[in-house]
Structures are given as structure tokens and as C-alpha cells.
């Protein structure tokens, strides 16, 4: 399970250090080209909600850019596998360019988020390749796709990982009212 720790706003307080207020959120971004029933990021949410974790689900590539400007995120779960648009939602590897095309885009922000690349289920070479180009991109990590709660399990490990190396253990300072 991913534990964080969320203390009420103070100034000593390391999780806080500009009292950002203890409501802050972490969101996370999950996408998805999956196009199975019951993909496994749908159950993902539903586990991180009660932690105040707000999850932001991308279908395509379009979307997830969509999300990305209007929305500060703080972890990004991509999936190597995801089109660019609507038209790219079969299984066809030559449309599912969405998933490179977002972790450059993660890559220019100026505050780039800790990323979690998701390999796309193809040869061990293709395999190879995503796993060198999602490090190069700054990839924190790059999983296989989860297929069961032993591979949620593993998910959630690593965006704990995340949470530890990138924000100390702590949720990001979130800006207030004035900046």
C-alpha cells in the first residue's frame, strides 16, 4: 500500500515547509491504450482515492495533453501503448505513437513529473527499445502491463517509490492563493 505522510500545516513541518494546507492533493495521471475489458487502470483510482490521491485517466494521446494543461501532475503512469488520437484506438502498434509523443511532452515541463513507463506487450527487441527510449525521456520506471492484483501491487510500489524519492515521502507543495 502507498503511505504518505500528511501532517496538519505548520512551518517545522518538513512535509510542508510553505504550510501549503493539509487538503492538498497529489494527482496522478494514468493512461491507458488498452483496449480490453476491465483494463487495470480503471481499478486504480478506486484504490488510491481514499489516500487523496486524484487519479486522471487518458484514453489518447490528445487527452492526456489536454489533461496536462490544465491540470498540475505530479506522477505520470504511461502507457507505451497509447494512440495519439480517437482514430488510434485499435490494436494496431503503428497508430500507438500517443504513448512516446507523452513522455517527450512530460519531458519539457518545466517541473517534469516522475514518470512510470508501461511497456507495450511486443518482442523482446521492441521491449528493449521502448525500455531505452522511456530512460532516456527520464522514465523513473518502466513495468510490464499489470494484469493481475500481484501486477497492481507492483504499480503501487513503484508510485511509492516515486513519492519517496521525488517528494521525500510527502505529497508535493501545492501553490496557493497568491503563487
Not at 492538498?24 to 489516500?51: F, H, I, K, M, T
Request: charged share 25%; hydrophobic share 40%.
Amino acid at each position: 500500500m502507498v503511505s504518505v505522510r500528511q501532517h496538519p500545516p505548520n512551518d517545522s513541518n518538513p512535509c510542508n515547509p510553505g504550510g501549503g494546507g493539509f487538503g492538498s492533493r497529489l494527482n496522478l495521471l494514468l493512461s491507458c491504450g488498452s483496449w480490453q475489458a476491465d483494463p487495470w487502470v480503471d481499478r486504480l483510482p478506486r484504490l488510491l482515492e481514499p489516500l487523496g490521491i486524484r487519479s486522471h485517466q487518458a484514453h489518447t494521446g490528445a487527452h492526456a495533453s489536454r489533461i496536462i494543461k490544465v491540470t498540475p501532475i505530479h506522477v505520470a503512469v504511461v502507457d507505451l501503448a497509447l494512440p495519439l488520437d480517437e482514430q488510434g484506438t485499435l490494436p494496431d502498434p503503428d497508430l500507438a505513437e500517443g504513448g512516446p509523443r507523452l513522455l517527450e511532452l512530460l519531458a519539457r515541463l518545466e517541473s517534469p513529473p516522475p514518470v512510470v513507463a508501461v511497456k507495450r506487450s511486443r518482442t523482446h527487441r521492441d521491449d528493449a527499445r521502448d525500455i531505452a527510449a522511456a530512460l532516456r525521456l527520464g522514465a523513473f520506471a518502466v513495468i510490464d502491463r499489470p494484469r493481475d492484483l500481484a501486477d497492481l501491487n507492483l504499480v503501487l510500489d513503484v508510485l511509492r517509490r516515486c513519492l519517496e524519492r521525488h517528494y521525500n515521502g510527502c505529497w508535493p507543495r501545492m501553490p496557493g492563493p497568491n503563487g
